[in-house]
């Protein structure tokens, strides 16, 4: 299986905290990989760090073969975390806005996408509910033909309805030739959908492995293996 | 689709499939969804469904046709033993849960005959 993501002890230090410590970790190609753990365990820097907007302070990080930069954003769609579209956009709007920066922006998957979110071109972003311009943010981020997919917590404000289309996005959009890692605080309505998880805690990985694998192993769900993983600190 | 989330999940696909397969939902020969209809109905990543389906066919369930789909293989008796490992399955939770209340042997028949009975009146 050749590996999309490759990364080597790689360590990101701000001047005063480390945010990821010795981070080595591969992303399968045709994989969708989960990055849990808690706030503040360096799912987000490890994220920019893919998406290109945050440089590594020491180790290698190779994407298709290559450190990310210019050409590597140009195959990496990446939903950050807090909202990045002008409130003065129209949806369509917006979608042009990516056609312009994105050669592999599909137009008519954006339209499809559209439709499974239930949204309308013509809504303005500043009118949209918070969970429309999530599920406006996803459908963007899924029209780019990209091979990696770094999605930052892409169930956040989302209702339990909101949750099960951005799900058949998901599924929609996945093509063998891709990869996809998302971070998410709600485990137990995603696990069914990883490959692979990461578990980050303090800057380090703590626990990783193939999901239906560690389900076998220890009897226990992913969310139980969260639990377990960053509930009982004290007792150990 | 309810699955046990502290189990694998392929596993219990192919439990699904072969369920489907055993009351005649899905007849040998017929075509099963693809892939990735499969993930989107129950609601799991499409590399899973991929799994049990290879696991399918290794235990001679289902076969793959290059380009053409899955299909359900083998005969009227693989569907038979599907049928009787599935209701040895219910009966041994059925046995195992009288067990647990205190029942024995003869209360674990009549009552089990007792109700089949009703249900058929």
Same mark, same amino acid.
């Given at each position: 299986m050749s590996m999309l993501v490759q990364i080597s002890n790689l360590t990101k230090r701000y001047i005063t905290t480390t945010a990821l410590s010795d981070v080595t970790l591969e992303v399968p190609e045709g994989h969708i990989m989960g990055l849990l753990g808690p706030n503040g365990s360096g799912k987000t820097t490890l994220m920019k760090i893919l998406a290109g907007l945050v440089s590594p302070t020491s180790g290698s990080v190779l994407i298709d073969g290559i450190a990310p930069g210019v050409v590597t954003k140009a195959i990496v769609s990446f939903l950050p975390d807090v909202n990045h579209l002008d409130r003065w956009m129209s949806v369509g709007e917006a979608g042009n806005?990516?056609?312009?920066?994105?050669?592999?922006?599909?137009?008519?998957?954006?339209?499809?996408?559209? %439709?499974? *979110?239930?949204? +309308?071109? $013509?809504?303005?972003? %500043?009118?949209?509910?918070? %969970? *429309? @311009?999530?599920?406006?943010?996803?459908?963007? @981020?899924? +029209? $780019?033909?990209?091979?990696?997919?770094?999605?930052?917590?892409?169930? %956040?404000?989302?209702?339990?309805?909101? $949750? +099960?289309?951005?799900?058949?996005?998901?599924?929609?959009?996945?093509?063998?030739?891709?990869? *996809? @890692?998302?971070?998410?605080? *709600?485990?137990?309505?995603?696990? $069914?959908f990883f490959d692979d998880v990461v578990f980050l805690d303090q800057g380090c990985v703590v626990l990783a492995g193939e999901a239906e694998d560690l389900r076998s192993r220890r009897n226990a769900s992913i969310e139980d293996i969260y639990r377990e993983v960053y509930g009982h600190v004290e007792t150990r | 689709?309810?699955?046990?989330?502290? &189990?694998?999940?392929?596993?219990?696909?192919?439990?699904?499939?072969? /369920?489907?397969? &055993?009351?005649? !939902?899905?007849? #040998?020969?017929?075509?099963?969804?693809?892939? /990735?209809?499969?993930?989107?109905?129950?609601? #799991?990543?499409?590399?899973?469904?991929?799994? &049990?389906? =290879?696991? =399918?066919? /290794?235990?001679?369930?289902?076969?793959?046709?290059?380009?053409?789909?899955?299909? #359900?293989?083998?005969?009227?008796?693989?569907?038979?033993?599907?049928?009787? !490992?599935?209701?040895?399955?219910?009966?041994?939770?059925? #046995?195992?849960?009288?067990?647990?209340?205190?029942?024995?042997? !003869? !209360?674990?028949t009549t009552m089990a005959a007792e109700t089949a009975r009703k249900e058929t009146k």
């Open positions: 806005f990516y056609a312009d920066f994105y050669s592999d922006f599909d137009r008519k998957r954006f339209q499809e996408l559209l %439709g499974i *979110m239930d949204l +309308s071109a $013509r809504q303005k972003i %500043g009118s949209l509910s918070r %969970g *429309m @311009v999530e599920k406006t943010r996803l459908s963007l @981020v899924f +029209s $780019r033909r990209a091979r990696l997919y770094v999605l930052d917590e892409p169930f %956040g404000g989302l209702d339990p309805l909101a $949750r +099960s289309q951005v799900l058949d996005a998901l599924v929609a959009n996945f093509r063998t030739d891709c990869s *996809m @890692v998302l971070s998410t605080q *709600m485990v137990a309505d995603v696990e $069914r | 689709m309810e699955f046990d989330d502290r &189990a694998p999940i392929y596993t219990q696909i192919m439990d699904l499939v072969k /369920r489907r397969i &055993a009351v005649g !939902e899905l007849k #040998v020969g017929q075509q099963l969804p693809s892939v /990735r209809d499969l993930a989107q109905q129950v609601v #799991v990543n499409p590399n899973t469904v991929q799994k &049990a389906y =290879l696991e =399918l066919e /290794r235990e001679g369930y289902v076969a793959t046709q290059r380009g053409m789909g899955t299909f #359900v293989s083998g005969d009227r008796g693989t569907v038979d033993v599907l049928r009787q !490992e599935l209701a040895r399955d219910i009966v041994a939770t059925y #046995v195992t849960g009288m067990r647990s209340l205190g029942y024995g042997l !003869e !209360e674990i």
